[in-house]
């Protein structure tokens, strides 16, 4: 029986310490299926519309039940701060105030021991009166060793103080315990029936970070933007937020970033010998057909994985020479005059970190853009300064500067009496310089 003892304490202890920052965590989406919880212990109903009695920025204090252990960022937890408006956190108190952007700003109460948003934003509930009554409840799942601490927001919505169910959002935060047997100490994110309505949110806080709020080294989050405008992509392909404010987009601008019922966030704790993600950028270089990415190593990456895509693509394109052993990489085999989208992870061998945001150019800013981090080269530059000299009643010299780029098989030109312009088929002159002298011309 000693024996027993001291391996399931050793277990523990091992579990214990993975995921000692919000970044030692994988993360991961995936499709499945929303089951709301059946007599759940409800912690608050809303009964009108507006106010706190609609669930308006109120919050909840509930100690784990004996038996059931969790541990975040390494810690093991007792007790879990619930706030209406989407998320809940860890401190040493109940909360007094709240925050509609938990990943940059804390609420108050005690010492802040780490965050989980599922839908940080402004929010209340459906009352008893509507079809949809909305109420905050938890329960705990599961048997034995292998139990789930799920906190559920039934029929909330982005706050407004209407009663006819036009938005409407349900979700639910699920805490893995120590012991589970397949995801020990995961957070896992669900999402039911999620209606966008008449919303207009954007900027939508959704992922993990640890007490403070810089987004270097404190926050694991991610982002699905109206980006390029039209996106068809829905929040089952988000990308690595650039900071701790954008967030996903849910709003009647766009409809199509939808979310999928039974949409499934998982946040994995990675041991504490895990790498640290990549968050530095140097500048990126391009040729018409390749792009060269290069970054800073994080702590603990010895290999790196590297992805690539055109902005508006959902999915995105393995390089083919994963993994890379330097902090650098050159993408082969891309289209002319194109705009791609790159992302890293970092890796040790064993275990993948998150992938990195998307860089710019420079490296250090945004490539979530329409134009994305760098466009490959054209094959061919234009020409610059077109001007015409020595006209006369039947010739004129054309001349042009020559692009940083000379065109190793010289120049064409076009001469048309008509107001025709020329297309990709049209049959130029060549020049072999940067000037032309055109001497059959009629007044």
């Known amino acids: ?187 896992e994110i669900v999402y039911g029936n999620c209606v966008v309505g008449n919303a207009t949110s954007t900027g939508v806080d959704v992922g993990i970070r640890n007490s403070a709020t810089a987004w270097n080294a404190n926050v694991n989050s991610v982002m699905q933007d109206d980006i390029p405008a039209g996106s068809t992509c829905t929040w089952l392909n988000p990308v690595t937020s650039n900071n701790n404010t954008n967030g996903n987009y849910f709003s009647t601008g766009n409809l199509a970033i939808s979310i999928p019922n039974g949409l499934t966030y998982t946040w994995v704790p990675l041991s504490a010998s895990a790498p640290l993600p990549v968050r530095t950028f140097a500048a990126t270089a391009s040729t018409p057909y390749t792009i060269t990415l290069n970054w800073t190593a994080p702590t603990g990456a010895t290999q790196y994985n590297v992805q690539y895509k055109v902005p508006g693509a959902c999915t995105w394109t393995n390089f083919t020479g994963n993994p890379v052993s330097a902090a650098t990489a050159t993408i082969t085999g891309l289209t002319a005059d194109t705009a791609y989208q790159v992302r890293v992870q970092a890796s040790n061998g064993t275990e993948n970190t998150i992938w990195s945001h998307i860089p710019n150019t420079v490296g250090s800013g945004n490539g979530y853009t329409a134009t994305g981090t760098i466009s490959t080269q054209p094959t061919c530059f234009v020409p610059t300064a077109i001007t015409a000299s020595a006209i006369t009643n039947a010739a004129a010299t054309v001349s042009w500067t020559a692009p940083t780029t000379v065109p190793s098989n010289g120049y064409e030109y076009y001469l048309s009496t008509t107001n025709t312009a020329p297309v990709a088929s049209t049959a130029g002159t060549a020049a072999a310089s940067t000037s032309v002298n055109l001497s059959t011309l009629t007044s």
């Open 1 to 187: 029986m000693k024996k027993i003892n001291l391996l399931i304490a050793f277990m523990l202890s091992t579990l214990a310490g993975r995921g000692q920052t919000a970044l030692q965590y994988g993360f991961n989406a995936t499709t499945g299926t929303y089951t709301e919880l059946a007599s759940p212990t409800v912690l608050g109903s809303a009964t009108t519309d507006s106010g706190a009695t609609s669930l308006d920025d109120v919050s909840y204090r509930v100690t784990f039940p004996a038996g059931f252990s969790f541990n975040y960022l390494g810690t093991a937890r007792t007790d879990l701060n619930i706030d209406s408006n989407g998320y809940v956190g860890f401190s040493t108190i109940a909360w007094t105030s709240y925050t509609y952007a938990p990943l940059s700003s804390n609420p108050s109460g005690g010492t802040n021991a780490g965050l989980i948003s599922a839908f940080g934003a402004d929010l209340n509930a459906y009352s008893s009166a509507t079809s949809n009554p909305g109420s905050i409840s938890w329960k705990v799942e599961g048997s034995g060793t292998d139990e789930v601490f799920v906190v559920q927001y039934k029929n909330f919505k982005p706050y407004e103080n209407l009663a006819t169910v036009t938005r409407l959002l349900n979700f639910q935060i699920r805490l893995y315990e120590s012991t589970h047997s397949t995801k020990p100490n995961y957070v």
